[in-house]
């Protein structure tokens, strides 16, 4: 897990990430009524390309780690490559960067905001 925004790790709440909760709650409502789908997309493959597909999942329908575990467990999907907290921490890192782009500021490279 790369370490974020001088030094920023995978403890950190919304505010270490640069969004307030109430920031990252009205982007999750947005994304999971169908906003965003594309960026959502490019921000998780720039904050963890390897777990890119499972935020996707989780940050446009609600699914938590929990959720999605329980398929693991009867083999109907692959499992996850990372921890619980490093999961919770790129979903972060995900909505910061996905902020940054509808407030213009582009793209986000080598995991810098």
Partial sequence: MRRKRGGYGVQESYAGYGLTADR????LNECREGK?????QAAA?????????????????????HD?????????????????????????FTLAILDDMLAGKGAVQDGQL
Avoid at 24 to 27: E, G, H, I, M, T
Avoid at 36 to 40: A, C, F, G, P
């Fill in 68 to 92: 999605m575990a329980v398929k693991w467990e009867l083999g109907e999907a692959e499992v996850m490559p990372c921890c619980r907290n490093s999961f919770y921490a790129y979903r972060k």
């Fill in 45 to 65: 493959e720039q904050a963890g390309p390897g777990v890119a597909k499972w935020i996707v999942l989780s940050i446009t329908e609600g699914k938590s780690l």
């Fill in 36 to 40: 965003h789908t594309e960026l959502v």
């Fill in 24 to 27: 990252a709650k009205a982007l």
